[in-house]
DNA sequence: CCCGGATGTTAGCGAGCGTTAACGTGATGA
DNA sequence: TCATCACGTTAACGCTCGCTAACATCCGGG
C-alpha cells in the first residue's frame, strides 16, 4: 500500500550492512561495491537511495548520535533522584553498545570523514550526551570538579564500549550477564569519584 | 661516528609522525606524500627507508604490542603480591596510554590492516598481555569466573584508552591528575568483581 | 495499451594512491 | 681523483575507487 515503505526497507537495510562494514575496515578499506553486494545489489545501484557514501556515513552518525541523546534525556527525565538517573544512563549506554556494536565503534572512529556541517552537527549531539551525563555524575558526586567528572565521563564511555574487542565467540558472557557486568564495573569506577571512599587496594606510594 | 645513528633517527621521525597521522586520519586516509612532508621529504623518498606503507603501519603495532607486553612482564615480577601486581599493570598501562596516544589508538584500530604474519604476530602479543592481566586479576578477586575477568580486562583497558578522546585543550586534567583519576578509575571498576563488596548506587530493580 | 516512475544493470571516466624507475648530489675513503 | 654509498628528487605507471551516463526491467494507473 505504501510505496515508500519498500524503499525505507532498503535504506535501512543498507544502512545496516555499510555499518557492519565500515565498522569492520573502515571507512576507506570499504568500497562501494562491497557495500552493494552486501544488500543484493551492485555498486552503482546504491545512488539510488544515498547521494554518495559519505551521506551514508553521515546518516549513521547523526541517527546514533542523536538516539544516544534524546534516549538519554528520556530516561534522566523519568527518574526521581541522580543516583537513580545515573543508573538509567548506564543502562541505556549499555543497550546501544550491546546492541548496535557497529554503530558505537564507527561513532568515536570515523568522525572526521564528515563534511564539516555534519561533522558539527555529530560533535554538538556529542557534547550534549557527554553533558548530560557530566551533570549527573556531579549530582551524585559533588565533591568531583568539573574536569574529574568529565573525564572520568569519557572514561566510562570507553569502558562500557570495550564490547567490540571481544569477539562474540564463545569467549564471551551471554548478554544479560556482560550488560549485568558492564553495569557494575561502571558504577565501580565512578565510585572512584567519591572522595570518602575507603581504600581496598594497596597503595605503593605514589 | 656510527653511520647508522642519522639513518635510525629518520626512521624513528618518520614512524612518529606516521604514528600521528595514521591516529589522526586513519591508515587509509593518509598518503605517503603526506607522511613524508611531514618530516620534510616528499613522498617517495620514505622508500629509502621502509619497504612500503604497509611496513611502517606493521613496525609500529608490533613494537607498541611487544613494549606493552614486556613492560606488563618486568612490572608484574617486581611485584611481591597480586594486589601490587594489578597496581603495577594499571600505571604501566596508563603511562603508555598517555605518553603515547597515538599508538594506542592504532592498537585497537587498524590491527586488521596488517598482513597475515604481521597481524597474527600482534595478535599474540596482545594475547599474552591480556592473559597477564587475566591471571593478575583472578588471584586478587578469586570469585571472579574466567569469563568475567576477561571482559572486565577488555573494559578497563577501553576506560584507560580513553585518553585520546579528551581533546589535549584545557578540558582535560594534566597529566599527573589524569593518571591518578584513571588509577583509581580502573581499581574502582575491578572492585566489582568482588561479590561481597556491598552495593552504594540505587539498583532500580533489574 | 502504453506512459512514467522506481529500481536495477553495465561501461567508463577521472582522480588519487602506492610504488617503481631513473637520475642527482654530497660526503667518505682508498 | 674518483668510485661508492646514503639519501633524496621528479616522472610516470598501473590500479583502485567513487561516481556518472546510458540503458533495461518491472509495474501500477489512466
Known sequence: MNPTKTVENRREQILREAARLFAERGFHGVGVDEIGAAVGISGPGLYRHFAGKDAM???????????????????????????????????????????????????????????????????????????????VVRRVYPDATELEARAAVHAVFGLLNSTPHLGAGGRAPDRTAMAALLHRLALGALEALDPGRPWTAVRTDG
Open 57 to 135: 556515513l553521515a546518516e549513521l552518525l547523526v541517527g546514533i548520535s542523536g538516539r544516544l541523546l534524546s534516549a538519554g534525556r528520556m530516561r534522566v527525565a523519568e527518574t526521581a533522584d541522580p543516583a537513580q538517573a545515573l543508573d538509567a544512563l548506564i543502562r541505556g549506554h549499555i543497550d546501544f553498545a550491546i546492541d548496535d556494536r557497529p554503530l558505537i565503534t564507527l561513532h568515536d572512529r570515523e568522525l572526521d570523514r564528515l563534511r564539516d556541517s555534519d561533522r558539527k552537527l555529530v560533535r554538538q549531539l556529542q557534547r550534549q550526551y557527554v553533558e548530560e551525563w557530566v551533570g
